[in-house]
């Protein structure tokens, strides 16, 4: 029986992750469920799936959940506070965590369970985007599992010849793997001529045409970010330079990735796009377990096309390719100015076009350094958030 704790329950990702546990009680039990201030969708999740601790970030949600729950009998304890947010990541009794908090804020609960040696299910790529040396030598030091739960990383993840902490000692190369074949659906203005984009609207962003996801990544998959934040993701986790990495567009999101060998052979993962096919893959590896995902019907699918990205009218993938070559706290400014334009564009501060232009202004004035410590990672994402605010006033 594992024990199992989800960071950003009450996300998308979070359902998913619920859906797939639920299919399989006998293997897994619920230490801990939390959301920033979703109180009422994390009671609900509460009483169907009998966690022992429920975390509530914001104090007056907690409270209103503490008094809704004990109305009805359930016997979740709930906790308050950014740091009850660590405490349910790294507990003894805990064996995995999903990590699905989105965005910065997910850094410090994430690194608190790589620091406690738990198997971690990574969704958060802003965590390891910020803070990847950081966070890949804590991995390394405390003995803990990272897996991939993002598609992408997820499918090259299974296409490599195993974990990538038992066969990469040399780098990629080491087993024999030539480049990494990196694909984005494009997302919903991939057809857009560029004149159209400035006038786009958070509705629309947010309507991608294959996945159903939180609001901040169907943002960031609109301006091709998410395929940068990515590109910068796969760095880390599978020891690569950003030469080994090609963005392929790949309009179906039928093949969520590809690793090609120097002998040629381009191996592909397939399948329908479900969140809960990599959740259950990482959950249950180096087995295999149900999810609940149908069947690839590759004769319905028809046709699968390709094509290169188009970093003129999507400027935010050269920004992410630039801040990955450029190392150091890069990484972390590009994140933290994305996350203030996302935000400021789906309020309707600032429009669809105006969020590339923010982040590469800061990061013309935020200075880059070597990140030695997790002080260093929050000072630049401090500042970088403080020039990416002043921006959004301008507008
Ligand atoms: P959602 O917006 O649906 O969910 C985000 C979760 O994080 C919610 O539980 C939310 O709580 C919580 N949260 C938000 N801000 C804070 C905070 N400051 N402190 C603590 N908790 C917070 O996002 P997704 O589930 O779509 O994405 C989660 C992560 O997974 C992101 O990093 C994303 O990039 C990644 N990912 C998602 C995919 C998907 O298909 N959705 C695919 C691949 C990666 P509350 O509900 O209370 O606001
Ligand atoms: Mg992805």
């Given at each position: ?356 232009r923010i982040?590469e202004t800061v990061?013309g004035r ?25 921006l959004?006033?301008?507008?």
């Amino acid at each position: 029986m594992q024990s199992v704790t989800i960071l950003g329950a009450s996300g998308s990702i979070g359902d998913s992750t619920l859906n797939v546990l639920a299919q399989h009680p006998d293997r897994y039990s619920l230490y801990a469920l939390t959301a920033h201030t979703q109180w009422q969708k994390l009671g609900e999740l509460c009483l169907l799936h009998h966690p022992r601790y429920a975390v509530v970030v914001e104090e007056p949600g907690a409270e209103s959940l503490a008094l809704w729950l004990k109305a009805r009998g359930s016997a979740t304890q709930v906790l308050s506070g950014v740091e009850a947010l660590s405490e349910v990541a790294s507990a003894p009794e805990v064996d995995t965590v999903m990590a699905a908090i989105v965005g910065g804020a997910g850094l410090v609960p994430t690194l608190a369970a790589v620091r406690a040696g738990k198997k971690i299910l990574l969704a958060n790529k802003e965590a390891l985007v910020m803070a990847g040396g950081l966070f890949t030598r804590a991995v390394e030091e405390h003995g803990a599992t990272l897996l991939p739960i993002d598609s992408e990383h997820n499918a090259i993840f299974q296409c490599l010849p195993g974990h990538p902490r038992d066969c990469l000692g040399g780098g990629l190369a080491g087993s024999g793997v030539r480049k990494i074949l990196l694909t984005a659906s494009g997302g919903p203005f991939r057809d857009y001529p560029e004149e159209r984009l400035a006038s786009v609207t958070p509705e629309q962003a947010c309507a991608h045409p294959n996945w159903s996801m939180g609001q901040k990544i169907s943002v960031d998959s609109a301006t091709l970010m998410n395929k940068g934040l990515e590109l910068i993701e796969a760095c880390w986790l599978f020891h690569a330079r950003p030469d080994q990495i090609e963005v392929v567009v790949h309009p179906q999101s039928v093949i969520h990735s590809m690793v090609e060998y120097v002998d040629g052979s381009v191996l592909a993962q397939m399948g329908n796009p479900d969140m809960r096919t990599p959740i259950a893959h990482a959950l249950a590896w180096p087995e295999r377990m149900v999810s609940g995902v149908a069947s690839l019907d590759m004769i319905a699918t028809a046709r699968l096309d390709f094509a290169a990205p188009d970093t003129d009218r999507f400027p935010c993938l050269r920004l992410a390719a630039d801040a990955a070559r450029a190392g150091g706290t890069a990484p972390a400014v590009l994140n933290a100015a994305n996350e203030i334009a996302v935000e400021a564009f789906l309020r309707r501060r600032i429009g669809f076009t105006d969020i590339p232009r923010i982040i590469e202004t800061v990061m013309g004035r935020v200075a880059f350094t070597e990140p030695g410590s997790l002080d260093a990672v929050q000072s630049a994402d401090r500042e970088a958030r403080q020039q990416a605010s002043a921006l959004v006033e301008l507008h």
